[in-house]
């Protein structure tokens, strides 16, 4: 960026905050402005002279302001060149802040009833604008651009010859699946059993479609994740909420035969991790068994349990064909490839496939073909095993950190894996505040009582890991630091 193009004007405003050395206000405009996308990571920052002349400021407040930034790692030094925006600044981009920052307004509209159900979700914000410690992100930088575009060019050959002809999805795909789930999360299954969609949340939402009427009750984790409580009510369900323990999903007697489904997380409770035990897998699927009811598995990230391989699936102990098992690459390899998967006892094969043609149709053939190529050459399995790894060196690193600056105001959820964890925090803290404030500087961790439809919610914060490094995670740390200090 040239000094003609670099938009000084823009600073001249936010300079005038009161109390505060000029200094610091400088560092706090470019600061917001790196934050917002505006200045990209990358972008050249001006020289401290002519940037000190445009702003009428001396050249010492201007450096002084570079110096802060370069030793909170926004900014870069090159020798011989000048002063960039720091490439692991990883925030909202100009396009995701454009969407974040646009109200939502109130159609006026006449829509169904439906619409306005769905419309309930507005207020949550979905995970991609790659604030720092924003859960549910993967390590996008490590993965295997170069490998998966073989796998596309080599979808890209076969397409030609390869009509979709069954509802189900790709056969390759859904063979490389199959053998995947049995081998590695114990699932009863073969390819035919397996319908594709695009990501697991569609294919959730079509599962509730097909079990419930209006009315009919299903029980929901409490906490959960939003986008099953949002389906639910969508499909004006009769939610009954079953608080997650230290031994996960509580069923208790009294609440049984009242539901015809109940949606689950038996691998990692989402958001708070917990397990499932097995003396109460075995009580749900008696229940289920029993009652003729349905239970749904969403199986989101169970790869990533650091203390030992991953658990055996619901599904895998499931006798009485009960189960519907659903899954996603989201999580596994990245959000932006779209693809989920159910893996559907007998019965409802030929009904949920005529139904998926009729209300989705049939998912594009070349990103399942190349994800069954990946998987065919190995690329997946070596992907999960090397993410594993580094997902858990970087919890670790998360929790040294907390324990160093933030032990006085959290205490950890304890959880063997995932991408997140889990603090609550202690009496006298809003964690709808810390989040608000915390977004404001940057990191995108998640409110804890947001997860929880009753009044009664904890309070805490969820902080995603995986996608962060070392020198990203230092910093949020540092912010977050600052935020408790003030509160
Ligand atoms: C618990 C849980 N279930 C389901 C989903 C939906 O995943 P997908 O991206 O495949 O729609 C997510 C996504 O983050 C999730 O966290």
Redesign the pocket.
């Known amino acids: 960026m040239s000094k003609n193009e670099f938009p000084s004007e823009l600073f001249l405003p936010l300079l005038q905050e009161a109390n505060v050395p000029r200094y610091i206000a400088l560092f706090r405009a470019l600061r917001q402005s790196i934050i917002e996308g505006k200045l990209i990571a990358g972008a050249k920052l001006p020289a401290s002279r002519p940037l000190a002349q445009s702003l009428k400021l001396s050249r010492n407040t201007v450096k002084s302001a570079f110096e802060l930034l370069l030793a909170e790692g926004y900014i870069e030094t090159r020798r011989g060149s000048g002063s960039f925006v720091s490439d692991s600044v990883c925030v909202a981009g100009p396009t995701a802040n454009v969407i974040q920052n646009r109200p939502v307004t109130k159609s006026s509209a006449k829509l169904s009833n439906l619409a306005e159900r769905l419309n309930w979700q507005s207020h949550h914000k979905v995970p991609y604008a790659k604030y720092l410690l924003e859960p ?1 992100i993967p390590a996008l930088a490590e993965f295997p651009w170069i490998k998966w575009q073989r796998a596309v060019n080599y979808a890209g050959r076969v397409m030609k010859h390869e009509m979709e002809s069954s509802g189900l999805g790709s056969l390759q795909l859904r063979v490389q699946i199959a053998s995947y789930l049995q081998v590695v999360r114990g699932v009863n299954c073969h390819e035919n059993n397996i319908l594709v969609f695009s ?4 294919a ?1 939402y079509l599962s509730l479609q097909l079990l419930l009427d209006p009315g009919e009750s299903v029980f929901v984790e409490e906490p959960c ?1 939003f ?2 409580d949002g389906a639910v009510n969508a499909i004006g369900a009769n939610k009954i909420l079953i608080d997650i323990d230290q031994q996960g999903f509580n069923l208790k007697e009294e609440k049984q035969h009242q539901a015809n489904l109940a949606v689950v ?1 038996p691998s990692r409770n ?1 958001p708070l991790g917990t397990t499932l035990s097995l003396q109460r897998r075995i009580a749900l699927l008696q229940w289920a068994k029993d009652s003729g009811s349905w239970i749904i598995e ?1 199986d ?1 990230d169970s790869e990533f349990r650091f203390d030992g391989p991953p658990l055996t699936s619901l599904q895998g102990l499931d006798s009485a064909q009960r189960v519907i098992y659903a899954g ?1 690459f ?2 596994i390899l990245h ?1 932006s490839i779209r693809i ?1 998967y159910l893996v559907l006892p007998d019965q409802l094969v030929q009904p949920f496939s005529c139904a998926k043609a009729l209300m989705q149709g049939n998912v594009s053939i070349l990103p399942q073909l190349a994800l069954a190529q990946f998987m065919a050459a190995g690329h997946f399995s070596s992907h999960v095993r090397r993410m594993r790894k580094l997902y858990h060196g970087r919890r670790n690193l998360l929790q040294e950190l907390v324990a160093q600056y933030l032990c006085e105001y959290l205490t950890l959820v304890p959880s063997d894996g995932g991408m997140h964890c889990v603090y609550l925090l202690g009496a006298g803290y809003s964690d709808k505040v810390i989040c608000q404030r915390a977004r404001a500087l940057g990191v995108g961790i998640k409110n804890l009582s947001d997860y929880y439809s009753s009044d009664n919610k904890s309070q805490g914060i969820v902080i995603g890991f995986a996608g962060f490094n070392e020198q990203q995670q230092r910093r949020a740390i540092r912010a977050l630091e600052s935020i408790f200090s003030e509160y």
Do not use: E, F, L, V
């Open positions: 549910a990501g697991s949340q569609q959730i994740y986008g099953i997380t989402y969403d989101y996603t989201s999580r959000p989920g």
